[in-house]
């Protein structure tokens, strides 16, 4: 088939890959180059860098806004018979992805949860925050009301109590081209068959930011657990030891932990990173002093000398 891949972030990138050795790629339309770096250089989104790389000769579109007249013509000039869509970051109209065209299959999605569970910016992290046991991939029609397309595939993958987002990030976007390959095929076939999804179901993922980062030791061990792993690599949860911040990046929580006696921060075995927390303990396994590469808890408490008497501080979370 004829596909014009639309998306933007490396999420996208081994499924784009394994289209462009099954499939023809008619055309790649990804979001326009943006300053980035000390520099603010411009520089091309993951999806648009790929393409200049190494897909030759296939027309590289970079819109400002996708659904001007122009670049709906610019893309259905290139004949696909499917739109594949990842992380694009712009709503799509109807215009573009229901087009006139010969042998046209459909426009279909590939999202990072188990639609209707986690639908929105960030269902990957929102994922570990809810403190989901499984999570996976959906392939999706285009709609206008957002990822509320009818479902043509999902796959599955259980999230571990150590799983960041970074890593459960790059472990769904490996499990993408599998699953897009089979529902393109079934489209190709004709046998695809969209299951509506059950709105009572829905949750929402919303978009991150810099004031979720933040931890309040006060909460069950479970609970700071999720924030941590949920926000890293970003925005990354940060703390204070000794006045510097000290940015969080992998925890597990030990609820049945004896912390009697021991207030929420206070370390009730520094050696292996456990505190106590509102309710049980919560071990660190990752973190970033400022200024300095990620480590593990041992090598940082080695190198820190840290003692019993010693604690984290983090903050109430906003409201």
Same mark, same amino acid.
């Given at each position: 088939?004829?596909?014009?891949?639309?998306?933007?972030?490396?999420?996208?990138?081994?499924?784009?890959?394994?289209?462009?050795?099954?499939?023809?790629? #008619?055309?790649?339309?990804?979001? !326009?180059?943006?300053? =980035? @770096?000390?520099?603010?250089? /411009?520089?091309?989104?993951?999806?648009? *860098?790929?393409?200049?790389?190494?897909?030759?000769?296939?027309?590289?579109?970079?819109?400002?806004?996708?659904?001007?007249?122009?670049?709906?013509?610019?893309?259905?000039?290139?004949?696909?018979?499917?739109?594949?869509?990842?992380?694009?970051?712009?709503?799509?109209?109807?215009?573009?992805?229901?087009?006139?065209?010969?042998?046209?299959?459909?426009?279909?999605?590939?999202?990072?949860?188990?639609?209707?569970?986690?639908?929105?910016?960030?269902?990957?992290?929102?994922?570990?925050?809810?403190?989901?046991?499984?999570?996976?991939?959906?392939?999706?029609?285009?709609?206008?009301?957002?990822?509320?397309?009818?479902?043509?595939?999902? #796959?599955?993958?259980?999230?571990? !109590?150590?799983?960041? =987002? @970074?890593?459960?990030?790059? /472990?769904?976007?490996?499990?993408?081209? *599998?699953?897009?390959?089979?529902?393109?095929?079934?489209?190709?076939?004709?046998?695809?068959?969209?299951?509506?999804?059950?709105?009572?179901?829905?949750?929402?993922?919303?978009?991150?930011?810099?004031?979720?980062?933040?931890?309040?030791?006060?909460?069950?061990?479970?609970?700071?657990?999720?924030?941590?792993?949920?926000?890293?690599?970003?925005?990354?949860?940060?703390?204070?030891?000794?006045?510097?911040?000290?940015?969080?990046?992998?925890?597990?929580?030990?609820?049945?932990?004896?912390?009697?006696?021991?207030?929420?921060?206070?370390?009730?075995?520094?050696?292996?990173?456990?505190?106590?927390?509102?309710?049980?303990?919560?071990?660190?396994?990752?973190?970033?002093?400022?200024?300095?590469?990620?480590?593990?808890?041992?090598?940082?408490?080695?190198?820190?000398?840290?003692?019993?008497?010693?604690?984290?501080?983090?903050?109430?979370?906003?409201?």
């Amino acid at each position: 088939m004829r596909i014009a891949y639309l998306g933007s972030g490396e999420f996208g990138l081994p499924t784009l890959r394994a289209l462009a050795d099954r499939h023809t790629i #008619s055309c790649v339309v990804s979001q !326009p180059d943006r300053p =980035a @770096g000390r520099g603010s250089k /411009l520089t091309p989104t993951p999806i648009a *860098a790929f393409a200049a790389e190494h897909l030759a000769g296939v027309p590289l579109i970079k819109p400002e806004d996708v659904n001007t007249p122009e670049i709906i013509a610019a893309i259905h000039r290139t004949q696909p018979e499917a739109m594949v869509v990842i992380a694009f970051g712009q709503k799509l109209s109807p215009q573009l992805v229901e087009p006139a065209l010969p042998n046209f299959r459909g426009a279909i999605n590939l999202h990072a949860s188990l639609l209707p569970r986690h639908r929105g910016a960030a269902p990957i992290n929102w994922a570990i925050l809810s403190g989901d046991s499984v999570t996976g991939n959906s392939v999706i029609s285009i709609a206008q009301r957002m990822d509320a397309g009818l479902i043509y595939g999902q #796959s599955t993958r259980p999230i571990e !109590p150590t799983h960041t =987002a @970074g890593e459960l990030h790059d /472990l769904l976007s490996q499990d993408g081209p *599998a699953l897009m390959l089979r529902v393109l095929d079934e489209l190709a076939a004709g046998t695809a068959r969209g299951l509506p999804q059950d709105e009572s179901l829905k949750t929402r993922a919303g978009k991150l930011s810099r004031e979720m980062a933040v931890l309040d030791l006060r909460e069950p061990a479970e609970a700071c657990r999720r924030r941590i792993n949920g926000l890293s690599p970003w925005p990354g949860v940060t703390v204070s030891f000794r006045g510097q911040p000290l940015k969080l990046l992998r925890a597990l929580s030990h609820p049945q932990y004896p912390i009697d006696g021991v207030l929420p921060g206070q370390f009730v075995n520094p050696r292996q990173g456990f505190l106590a927390t509102g309710d049980g303990a919560l071990q660190i396994l990752d973190v970033q002093p400022a200024g300095k590469r990620v480590m593990s808890w041992p090598d940082f408490a080695n190198g820190a000398q840290v003692n019993p008497e010693e604690s984290l501080s983090g903050g109430p979370p906003p409201c």
